[in-house]
């Protein structure tokens, strides 16, 4: 149990459309990162937020954008969606102190595909 | 840039036996080194990580890893498997004590049979 919950679990969406995905994740973890796991691959990094702010990006397009809200709750937004964007979106979050401080806790992931 | 290479795909094992999964990075400066693992339809668990210190490094479920700095690989071991860990292993690197962001290898899937 990481205390990091994605919704929806699964979602089936077509061309063009856009898709909002939602985290939630454990008081004190200011820092809220998401990944793309595209079938046989490893995660690949998008964005990075800290206290609502997009502090480091990864080679993913504008279309791909992120929000990050006082309550540990985070959304990433994708616009115009492309085949390729069928993938699982992982989200997670860093505690900035404690003992785990820095650790990367992760979700379950949200299974997005694009027909 | 710095990139994370995992020589295996697959790794099949039996129960009981060793086993190595093999992990290389490249950078052009100092990183730091993770192992995760991910069961099927769940998000990725942390077994270990190597910061500084000592180059073995001990990890949850009996697992361990090595750091070389001059072969730049840091291999996962675990002496003797069980078929609960069958599942998919990452390694990844961060140009910090993970306040940024992780590169992942492409995994490695261990499959334990009985």
């Known amino acids: 149990e990481t205390g990091v919950t994605q919704s929806p679990t699964h979602l089936i969406k077509t061309r063009g459309q856009q898709v909002t995905l939602r985290c939630s994740s454990q008081s004190g973890h200011n820092t809220v990162s998401w990944y793309q796991q595209a079938l046989g691959q490893g995660p690949q990094f998008i964005f990075q937020?800290?206290?609502?702010?997009?502090?480091g990006r990864g080679n993913f397009p504008p279309r791909f954008s992120g929000l990050q809200f006082p309550n540990y709750s985070s959304e990433l937004n994708v616009n115009a969606l492309e085949l390729d964007d069928s993938a699982l979106y992982l989200c997670?979050?860093?505690?900035?102190?404690?003992?785990?401080?820095?650790?990367?806790?992760f979700g379950e992931g949200s299974r997005l595909t694009v027909l | 840039a710095q990139s994370v290479t995992q020589l295996d795909s697959q790794v099949p094992v039996f129960e009981e036996a060793p086993v190595e999964l093999r992990c290389n990075y490249s950078s052009s400066v100092s990183v730091y080194l993770f192992w995760y693992v991910q069961y099927p339809n769940q998000g990725l668990q942390l077994l270990l990580k190597y910061l500084s210190g000592s180059t073995l490094v001990k990890g949850i479920n009996g697992f361990e890893a090595e750091f070389n700095k001059s072969q730049t690989s840091f291999h996962l071991r675990k002496p003797s498997v069980h078929i609960s860990d069958t599942a998919e292993y990452f390694c990844?690197?961060?140009?910090?004590?993970?306040?940024?962001?992780?590169?992942f290898g492409s995994g490695t899937r261990l499959q334990v049979q009985p």
């Open positions: 997670a979050s860093r505690p900035t102190s404690g003992g785990r401080a820095g650790e990367l806790f």
């Open positions: 990844a690197v961060s140009l910090d004590t993970g306040r940024r962001a992780l590169t």
């Open positions: 937020y800290y206290r609502e702010e997009e502090n």
